[in-house]
């Protein structure tokens, strides 16, 4: 199609050249470089740069064709050999970047402080510890290790490895560090849960940017610290960056977790009124916070707001999980059938969610209807997924079933599974299976509070004093403390944390008043009604 136009120019290299700019396709890249062969340039330095760079990181980008390029040069550049491994590097197939990296090398080109970089995010995407390990030998031994642009990117990796030790010592010694340097460290940190060392470099920064405050928030979040992720928040409100959309999916994700809606509700518009890119990630927490909120109807009309075409697997996880936290089976159910009818195809953690709600509602058919659909779509089922056939056996009352399922099972049953279990047991009386399953939740873990108590209970139902009695002797001897139990209530965008018999709060008195208050008129209400009803009965006696 471009060849009369190449005909008629006397300069066809100018005329490439502004055809190539103009390029946004694969199918125009293929035209063109055919006219490329036709005209004798294949071996042309600046046309075979610009190809490999165009189908290695365009968003078009088609790697294994820009691999064929870079091998069917004669002489190919250090900067041909870096495109490629820097494209198989935010592949789908990182292992591309080291056996062209490898192949580099045959050629008899050596790596420069660019190469480096890139084979070391192939390492870190893959988690290959000792590829990462051997590329920083490599380093050291052609002297990159001074190269802040390679230590940057060995920390981050490093980080990702959860090597957090070697990615300190690299941070040490670097001469010169950078916003980068001390924000991958930070990150290091954050990502390997070590939240006390990633505040103290944090405020040891010479400077911050949206990425650092971002990157402790997310820290908290990911530990679940989600009450400090607040307050680092609303402290960049007023003295850091402006948040961005990154920075919003954290805290609405702390937000989903302490169930402050008012508080999720104002960073919805704090989203809007700033004007950040509503990203389909951004959507997602945006329905995940309003449903483990139980603000459904909002979490729907964010969800309703994305085009189906625009949407993934998990803006659909989030709605589904979040109706079937909430107990809203038909829903859960009815939202899965839509969501197969669009054509999204549902992944584990969907049935896992549609599965909860099966035992919510105590549709035992119907969950092992979706634990068999997991087998039937190739995918592999994993542990929550045999306990939520646990759950919703126990609930249902097929206790001895559940027990033989969980004698059966070709993975090691967790604690959780066995506490919901052992919840079953006891709704049904069956104190003998409860007793195995409470000695098997000691034996799993011998310094958690409830399973000494949880066994105490079952003993304390039979009326086997003399062992409940022991039960707490020996969580005693072990020195195993009751950890409190504790709820969060929010009041005007803050949120207030209470422990049983707890009176620290400053107005104590006064809940204390309004809840003696609400159980005399509560225990009005109850002589109210038997009242009536013994009314009734004699009524119906005469």
């Known amino acids: 199609m471009y060849a009369p136009l190449l005909r008629q120019n006397h300069t066809p290299n100018s005329k490439l050249i502004t055809i190539l700019d103009k390029c946004k396709s694969m199918l125009q890249l293929n035209q063109i470089h055919a006219l490329i062969f036709t005209l004798g340039l294949s071996q042309d330095e600046y046309f075979t740069s610009r190809f490999i760079s165009f189908t290695a990181l365009s968003d078009s980008r088609n790697i294994n064709y820009s691999y064929r390029v870079l091998i069917s040069l004669s002489n190919p550049t250090i900067f041909n050999w870096n ?9 789908k197939n990182p292992n591309g970047s080291v056996s062209s990296f490898m192949q580099m090398l045959k050629f008899g080109v050596f790596a420069d402080y660019l190469t480096f970089p890139f084979l070391v995010k192939a390492a870190s995407r893959l988690l290959n510890k000792e590829l990462g390990f051997s590329i920083h030998g490599y380093v050291l031994k052609h002297g990159f290790e001074s190269d802040r642009f390679v230590s940057n990117s060995l ?16 941070f040490d010694e670097m001469p010169l560090k950078n916003l980068v340097s001390w924000n991958s460290m930070l990150d290091g940190y954050a990502k390997c849960g070590d939240m006390g060392l990633a505040r103290q470099v944090f405020d040891l920064m010479p400077e911050k940017d949206v990425l650092s405050w971002s990157s402790l928030i997310d ?28 920075t919003m999916v954290s805290v609405l994700c702390a937000c989903a977790h302490l169930g402050a809606l008012d508080k999720g509700r104002i960073m919805h518009n704090y989203v ?13 927490s945006l329905v995940d916070m309003y449903a483990k909120c139980g603000a459904i109807d909002e979490a ?19 709605m589904i999980g979040g109706l ?3 107990g809203l089976v038909k829903e859960t159910l009815d939202l899965l059938k839509e969501m197969n009818v669009v054509g999204v195809k549902p992944d584990e953690i ?10 919510h509602g105590g549709l035992v058919k119907e969950a092992w209807h979706f634990f068999d659909c997991l087998v039937k779509h190739g995918m592999t089922p994993k542990i929550e997924h045999y306990a939520c056939i646990v759950d919703v056996m126990a609930r249902a009352g097929q206790i001895e079933e559940a027990y033989k399922f969980v004698c059966e099972m070709p993975i090691e049953p967790t604690a959780s599974m066995l506490g919901a279990l052992l919840n079953g047991c006891m709704s049904y009386g069956k104190l003998d299976v409860a007793e195995i399953i409470g000695r098997k939740l000691i034996e799993l873990e011998p310094y958690h509070d409830g399973r000494y108590i949880g066994l105490s209970n079952v003993y304390a139902t039979g009326r086997r004093w003399d062992e409940a009695k022991n039960m707490r002797k020996v969580m005693e001897e072990k020195g195993v403390r009751k950890s409190p139990g504790f709820s969060f209530v929010e009041i005007n965008e803050t949120l207030h944390r209470f422990i049983a018999h707890d009176k620290t709060h400053p107005n104590s008195g006064l809940i204390y008043m309004m809840l003696s208050f609400i159980v005399s008129q509560m225990e009005l209400c109850i002589d109210h009604e038997n009242q009536e009803f013994d009314t009734l009965y004699d009524n119906d006696r005469d």
């Open 300 to 318: 729907f009309d964010v969800f309703r707001g994305v085009r189906v075409e625009k949407s993934d697997v998990l803006l659909w996880n989030a």
């Open 272 to 284: 809007i009124d700033n004007k950040l890119p509503m990203t389909l990630v951004l959507r997602t």
């Open 219 to 246: 820290g908290y979040v990911k530990t679940g610290v989600y009450g400090d992720a607040m307050v680092v928040f609303d402290k960049m409100l007023v003295s850091g960056p402006k948040p961005n959309e990154v």
């Open 155 to 170: 920390i981050h990796m490093y980080g990702s490895f959860g090597e957090i030790l070697y990615a300190r010592k690299v």
């Open 324 to 326: 079937a936290t909430h």
């Open 350 to 359: 969907t049935y896992l969610s549609v599965m909860h709600a099966c035992a």
């Open 83 to 91: 495109t490629v491994i820097r494209g198989y590097s935010i592949s």
